[in-house]
T-cell receptor
Framework: RKEVEQDPGPFNVPEGATVAFNCTYS??????FFWYRQDCRKEPKLLMS???SGNEDGRFTAQLNRASQYISLLIRDSKLSDSATYLC????????????FGAGTRLAVHP | GAVVSQHPSWVICKSGTSVKIECRSL??????MFWYRQFPKQSLMLMAT?????????EQGVEKDKFLINHASLTLSTLTVTSAHPEDSSFYIC????????????FGPGTRLTVL
């Protein structure tokens, strides 16, 4: 079983749509969780950290369910510029030291 | 913000040759640097972690004699792929973090290696 699993997609949605991505992780002792965004042939960029209480950053909302070992990302009012691959990332020990990446979920937003 | 550069951005080489990739932190001191590899449609896989002035720690399954890592200064780490073969063709990405224990990793733009 992979340490971090994501639905590869692609998710094809129209502009303005709300889309949700899910991710599961296998190590119940994992401490830190993140969503990164990766554009084609580019490096990953931190989108947001994920906190136990859930957190929001503009149109993006992240949720963590430790009991189910499940992380989600919700994007509201999708923009064309949101088209990218979204990577679920887990750190078993906390902080940013050793990051375990999921393979990513691809999002394509169309006009 | 923190900037990390990589050089070269892409390289094509013949099988059997060695390739060196540089990773530099431009505006902060990187006490720890990480090297990742990403094959198409797969996740980034951590290859090794290096702390300035000490030997790199390699992940299981990564050959340390094939992937030589040097982190000689607080702003530079190098990855040398020795005797490269076509199966080493991949996207190599470095990241760097500063002294803060829980500090964020900042990623370089990556190097695309193609071995013919």
């Amino acid at each position: 079983r992979k340490e971090v699993e994501q639905d590869p997609g692609p998710f094809n949605v129209p502009e303005g749509a709300t889309v949700a991505f899910n991710c599961t992780y296998s190590n119940s002792a994992s401490q830190s969780f993140f969503w990164y965004r990766q554009d084609c042939r580019k490096e990953p960029k931190l989108l947001m950290s994920v906190y136990s209480s859930g957190n929001e950053d503009g149109r993006f909302t992240a949720q963590l369910n430790r009991a189910s070992q499940y992380i989600s990302l919700l994007i509201r009012d999708s923009k064309l510029s949101d088209s990218a691959t979204y990577l679920c990332v887990v750190n078993p020990r906390g902080g940013y030291n050793k990051l375990i990446f999921g393979a990513g979920t691809r999002l394509a937003v169309h006009p | 913000g923190a900037v990390v550069s990589q050089h070269p951005s892409w390289v094509i080489c013949k099988s059997g040759t060695s390739v060196k990739i540089e990773c530099r932190s431009l505006d902060f001191q990187a006490t720890t640097m990480f090297w990742y590899r990403q094959f198409p449609k797969q996740s980034l896989m951590l290859m090794a972690t290096s702390n300035e002035g000490s030997k790199a720690t390699y992940e299981q399954g990564v050959e340390k004699d094939k992937f030589l890592i040097n982190h000689a200064s607080l702003t530079l780490s190098t990855l040398t792929v020795t005797s490269a073969h076509p199966e080493d063709s991949s996207f190599y990405i470095c990241s760097a973090k500063g002294r803060e224990v829980r500090g964020e990793q900042f990623f370089g733009p990556g190097t695309r290696l193609t071995v013919l």
